[in-house]
């Protein structure tokens, strides 16, 4: 069904059972799966988060200058992303790992030219370091990143396994949408990304699939257009 993606992982994700930092089993089970996707011939993009390492904006609340704080939190995207691409390698795919940061000699500078170019070369894409600036979130970069490398679909894996009325976990009665526009969206509140990353891909009309990407084989299901999530178009 798609044949170019950003995938949006969350770092709190790579924790698995762990409560800080990078469960192995978590990374090669992610692996493994944006492997299979790739064997199907689909261009994969990549932008993950930083909250198991670091979170900007926790360190705000705690007194932590708001722009030092949003720099260290993309730097641990990056440690988050050197780690996928270690990973991914592993598993015998071509990576290149790309920053909103200037941070040679570890990953190259961001540009949606660059990213595509790649992409055609049949590289997965990793994009670390947000948006580059402080203030913006890693759903934010991941908007961005998507709309510049004209994705066809921005996958948004988390653990749910898509859009409820009310946050499943803690409400028994919440209901779950298979489909939902920009402006139910809006209208209802719903938490799906920050409001910036939201309106940028309400603007680019750039279809949101919020999904569960801790179930084996998700990933591959996404991508082939099987029911499951929750699309945001």
């Known amino acids: 069904m798609y044949k170019r993606i950003l995938l949006k992982l969350s770092g709190e994700a790579l924790m698995g059972g762990q409560s800080y930092g990078i469960n192995p089993i978590t990374l090669t089970s992610y692996c493994e799966d944006i492997k299979e996707v ?13 909250g198991n390492i670091y979170r900007g904006l926790q360190g705000a609340t705690k ?5 030092q704080g949003d720099y260290m939190g993309m ?9 996928l691409q270690a990973e991914l390698e592993k598993q015998g795919l071509k990576v290149k ?6 941070i040679d000699p570890i990953a190259e500078s961001a540009s949606g030219r660059k990213a595509k170019q790649y992409l055609n070369d049949g ?6 370091g947000g948006t580059g600036n402080p203030f913006f979130t890693t759903d934010s970069a991941s908007a961005l990143r998507a709309v510049e490398i004209n994705a066809e679909v921005l996958l948004k894996g988390t653990r749910v396994d898509g859009v409820y009325t009310a946050d499943p976990e803690k409400d028994p009665n919440a209901t779950k949408f298979e489909s939902i526009s920009f402006d139910e969206a809006y209208d209802k509140n719903l938490k799906i990304m920050d409001m910036t990353a939201f309106t940028l891909c309400k603007e680019n009309k750039m279809p949101i699939l919020v999904f569960d990407m ?3 084989g998700n990933l591959l299901r996404a991508i082939e257009g099987d029911n499951i999530g929750t699309i945001v178009k």
């Open 38 to 50: 790739v064997d199907k011939n689909v261009q994969v993009a990549i932008v993950i988060g930083g």
């Open 63 to 67: 007194g932590m200058d708001r722009v």
């Open 97 to 102: 790992l790309l920053s909103g940061i200037f």
């Open 123 to 128: 590289y997965v894409v990793i994009i670390a």
């Open 214 to 216: 801790n179930t084996k």
């Open 75 to 83: 730097l641990a995207t990056v440690i988050n992303s050197m780690a």
